[in-house]
């Protein structure tokens, strides 16, 4: 079965084309590597209201993964996870810990990433979202924690058995 998915990049820079957005093209290619039928690029300002309507639209849409990147740092304009937390059911801590320490290799200002992983529950349809770094190498390295479970998370959102043995 293929999958939905949306990549949503917060970035203020991004959206008014100062800089190219790498890291959300880093995601979308990954995850139609994958075999995720991935939605048109969504590009915002790092305004929380739009990222929250965005998300809620991916959603809506048949998303069943949705991955942000960007504003998951501590500057003033880092809203992502500030608007993506109330629209949890539920956190996935782990995740976004693993995504950290897997960063961590490489520089130590991953530990400086708020990003979330959780459940959108919008009552018909559950989906996961996860708020990857802004960078190309934060979000390979969400990439390559995320990609070996991505299925495995839909499944269970619908309800499938925890068996991962063939």
């Given at each position: 079965?293929?999958?939905?998915a949306?990549?949503i990049t917060?970035?203020?820079?991004a959206?008014?084309?100062?800089?190219e957005?790498?890291?959300?093209?880093?995601?979308?290619d990954g995850?139609t590597e994958l075999?995720?039928?991935?939605?048109?690029p969504?590009i915002?300002?790092d305004e929380?209201d739009q990222?929250a309507?965005?998300?809620?639209?991916?959603?809506?849409?048949?998303?069943?993964?949705?991955?942000?990147?960007?504003?998951?740092?501590i500057?003033p304009?880092d809203?992502?996870?500030?608007?993506t937390?109330?629209?949890l059911?539920?956190e996935?801590?782990?995740i976004?810990?693993?995504v950290?320490?897997?960063?961590?290799?490489?520089?130590?200002?991953?530990?400086?990433?708020?990003?979330?992983?959780?459940?959108?529950?919008?009552?018909?349809?559950?989906?996961?979202?996860?708020n990857?770094?802004g960078s190309?190498?934060?979000?390979?390295d969400a990439?390559a924690?995320?990609?070996?479970?991505?299925v495995h998370?839909?499944?269970?959102?619908?309800?499938?058995d925890?068996?991962l043995t063939p």
């Amino acid at each position: 079965m293929t999958y939905r998915a949306a990549v949503i990049t917060c970035s203020d820079r991004a959206a008014a084309d100062v800089y190219e957005d790498r890291s959300g093209k880093v995601l979308r290619d990954g995850l139609t590597e994958l075999g995720f039928e991935v939605s048109d690029p969504v590009i915002l300002p790092d305004e929380a209201d739009q990222i929250a309507l965005a998300i809620a639209r991916a959603v809506d849409e048949g998303a069943r993964i949705v991955l942000t990147t960007g504003g998951t740092g501590i500057g003033p304009r880092d809203v992502t996870v500030e608007a993506t937390r109330p629209m949890l059911a539920y956190e996935i801590p782990g995740i976004a810990e693993a995504v950290r320490a897997a960063g961590l290799s490489a520089t130590p200002l991953s530990s400086l990433s708020r990003g979330l992983a959780g459940v959108i529950d919008r009552g018909d349809q559950r989906s996961f979202i996860f708020n990857a770094p802004g960078s190309r190498g934060g979000a390979r390295d969400a990439l390559a924690v995320l990609a070996p479970v991505l299925v495995h998370i839909v499944e269970q959102l619908d309800g499938a058995d925890h068996d991962l043995t063939p």
